[in-house]
């Protein structure tokens, strides 16, 4: 079985101010296709501790960690910089492909900042925070998850 992590990114969820709604969304999504989940970890903004959470994930072994929040334009929204500190190779073309996305269903998903990229044998793809957003990114994200993990273990295209 796929093994996949979500952390949500929010400094409100961390501190206990706000539940948080798009990391569980996240995670029904991804059990729901057949990927062992863990529910979601919850760590505050920030590109230091996006990066200490990521580098984490990468070393539990995962195939696929998505990230939920801290991709918009806030000051303390820096997911993608965190990201960008663990990634090895970007995958541009699926980022653009959720922000094209995102966009078609509410003009402000082309404000997204997230990244995709690879490590390792691991996958990393920053969602915004909305649930609404996760709903509509992980089905993007698990059209090609399957077919990146089998390339970073070495299979043929």
Known sequence: MRRATV????????????????????????????????????????????????????????????????????PRDETPEGTARVIERELPGLAEELRRRGAAEKPAGMLTRGVAGVVGQTLIVNLPGKPAAVSSGIPIVLSVAGHVGDQLAGGDH
């Open 7 to 74: 952390i949500t990114v929010s400094d409100r969820s961390a501190a206990g101010l706000r539940e948080d709604a798009s990391g569980p969304v996240g995670v029904d999504l991804l059990r729901e296709a057949g990927w062992d989940c863990p529910d979601a970890v919850v760590i505050p903004d920030g590109a230091d501790s996006v990066e200490r959470a990521l580098r984490a994930a990468v070393a539990s072994g995962v195939e696929l960690v998505v990230t939920t929040g801290g991709t918009g334009v806030s």
